[in-house]
């Protein structure tokens, strides 16, 4: 069993003949002195072990060719929907408050306006008609500005 000390300098030792030795090289001479660094993880070996300036430049792995791949998935296509399932979707219904004069009257009116610009966007079908809806957000605006 070989102590930390004596591990360290073999790897500088090691790096100093030959800087390009590569971690797992390293790794294995270190584990064949001591059993203990085989349970390393490379990582771990080489924070505990190689000195910061001495580790042998990181090495990238080759990148695989790109293929188009089949697509893999057991999944069921989607379903389109029937007259039961779009029969149990809720409704979206307008507010039927009315507005009353005072001085609420202004922010109630104000909430409803904001309120059907929340329905209009959340009723976009596409993220094309949802910027439809914000291109519009000037109407929505005037109406609160004007006083009816």
């Not at 000195?51 to 695989?64: E, N, T, Y």
């Not at 610009?117 to 519009?136: I, N, T, W």
Request: glycine share 4%; aromatic share 4%.
């Amino acid at each position: 069993m070989a102590s930390k000390v004596s591990i360290k300098e073999m790897v500088a030792s090691e790096l100093r003949r030959d800087p390009g030795t590569s971690i797992e090289d390293l790794h294995f001479l270190a584990g064949r002195m001591d059993e203990k660094v085989q349970a390393l993880t490379p990582e771990e070996f080489e924070r505990r072990y190689v000195p910061k300036g001495d580790a042998p430049p990181k090495r990238r792995r080759k990148a695989s060719p790109t293929t188009t791949r089949k697509s893999t998935s057991k999944r069921a296509p989607a379903k389109t929907p029937t007259r039961m399932s779009a029969a149990k979707t809720p409704t979206r219904r307008r507010s039927t408050r009315r507005v009353t004069t005072g001085p609420t009257s202004q922010a109630a009116r104000v909430r409803a306006i904001l309120h059907e610009f929340a329905e209009a966007l959340a009723g976009a079908e596409s993220p094309a008609a949802a910027v439809r809806v914000m291109a519009g957000v000037d109407d929505y605006v005037e109406r609160i500005v004007s006083e009816d």
